[in-house]
């Protein structure tokens, strides 16, 4: 990858302030997913092995760091997220940490429209009984 020929170097230790310190917003993101990472370290991880706007593939999505450190570092993310509500968890970490929504490619409803939706389908098909 040859970092420090391009004017990025790296020991093997990284120092970063882990998601249980103790700070604003710790204790919803300990409850969204039990193995956030810091934004921070992904993003430099990403920034060690691309290219602004390259494509980062993340498989195992979780909570959606990796999509966040993308964004703030000028990549482009694809993830892959095999459980529901993790990904609901990953698309509104992303809505707060960009300020945008997120809208659905091929409706173009935005995903506040479509868990507004869900939601209301499911009291609905509750009260079916």
Known sequence: ???GRH???RSNVWHYAGVNAFRAGRMDELRSHPTAKPVALVADAIKDCTRRG???LDTFSGSGTTIMAAERVGRHARALEIEPRFVDVAIRRW???TRRDAVHAETGLSFDEIAADSAASHKASSYHG
């Open 7 to 9: 004017g990025r170097s």
């Open 1 to 3: 990858i040859e970092l």
């Open 95 to 97: 809505q707060a940490f």
């Open 54 to 56: 390259d494509i980062v």
